[in-house]
């Protein structure tokens, strides 16, 4: 709901804004607001609700530990990941290294 109410507020503001000043300055000083005021606060506004909606599952009590739990074992999954493209990189004849051979 908080972020609804931002979202919702920063946006109204911009396009009373826009309002403004294309009633009181015209067209030209228009698009350069809307330049100034498009890209760059619609962009932080998306991060920050990213931001916001990871974070609130992380403190959720049904998602917190699931999360926290699939970050501890993250070390171990890039490490198969990194172990597994070494593998992929090989030759189809070739015999694997020696560090990787299971007895």
Not at 13 to 35: K, N, P, Q, T
Not at 37 to 60: D, E, N, Q
């Amino acid at each position: 709901m908080v972020t609804l109410s931002l979202e919702l507020t920063v946006l109204v503001s911009r396009s009373v804004l826009r309002l403004i000043v294309l009633v009181a300055l015209g067209v030209d000083v228009f698009v350069a607001v809307g330049f100034v005021t498009g890209f760059p606060i619609t962009m932080a506004l998306m991060s920050w609700s990213i931001w916001y909606g990871v974070r609130g599952f992380r403190r959720s009590e049904e998602w917190g530990p699931a999360i926290a739990e699939l970050e501890a074992i993250r070390p171990h999954v890039e490490a198969a990941l990194r172990l597994l493209r070494a593998l992929e990189a090989l030759p189809v004849d070739a015999e694997p290294p020696t560090h990787y051979r299971t007895v």
